[in-house]
């Protein structure tokens, strides 16, 4: 998802390519460009951002004349990890637990102005677990709780969710179920320019057939 900051630096680099098209038949006579133009790509090779660049310098390239190159610069790490492990005790009950760790570091090119990408954009640590158990009567239940690390850059703050379903299934074509949503907090925000996340309780009956 790209942010209203890259909105802005899309949006620019877009009327920058625009302005160079339209220039061309007042600069015609000055056999302008007489090499070929490049232009740099402050976002990740592959995604949106570039894609769509890559494409309208594509249509410039063929009014121009000559060559125009992409140069994604940016220059960035990632690592982390995740663990997971599964539990069951008995045929009818399942525990699985899980941890992920991700470190994100993205450095601009030499003599960019675009900052250093800021700690904080992706949640560093993420904890979940999760359970299902059969109960008489041919009831079931299932739980899950996680906990996501805060995202300073975005201004949200870290929090955890649990989620709660207790259902039966009749003739393995009907499933009537009781479903708990976020329920250890009236409200959350997962990120920025999101909706809030609100606590609910609802009945769900799923037909198969």
């Known amino acids: ?3 209203r900051r890259h909105t802005l630096k899309l949006l620019g680099a877009t009327s920058a390519l625009l302005a160079a098209t339209w220039a061309v038949p007042s600069l015609a006579d000055d056999a302008f460009p007489a090499k070929p133009l490049t232009f740099v790509v ?14 309208f310098a594509q249509k410039l390239s063929e009014r121009l004349k000559v060559p125009v190159v992409i140069d994604n610069a940016m220059d960035g790490e990632t690592y982390g990890g995740e663990v997971a492990s599964t539990f069951a005790p008995t045929e009818h009950v399942q525990v699985r637990a899980s941890y992920a760790y991700l470190e994100v570091s993205i450095d601009p090119p030499a003599g960019s102005a675009d900052p250093q990408d800021p700690p904080g954009g992706r949640p560093q640590n993420q904890v979940g677990a999760s359970s299902r158990v059969d109960l008489p009567w041919g009831f ?3 739980a899950m709780f996680r906990y996501v690390d805060n ?9 955890v969710d649990l989620d709660l ?6 003739w393995d074509r009907l499933d009537l179920s009781m479903v708990g949503h976020n329920l250890l ?3 959350h925000r997962e990120f920025s320019g999101g909706t809030e996340v609100q606590r609910g309780v ?4 799923t037909l198969v057939f």
């Open 165 to 170: 379903r207790i259902g039966r299934r009749f």
């Open 202 to 205: 609802y009945g769900r009956m």
């Open 185 to 187: 907090q009236a409200h």
């Open 42 to 55: 402050p976002y990740a090779a592959g995604g949106p951002a570039d894609a769509f660049v890559r494409g």
């Open 151 to 159: 995202l300073p850059r975005q201004s949200i703050h870290s929090y």
């Open 140 to 142: 079931e239940t299932d």
């Open 1 to 3: 998802m790209i942010d």
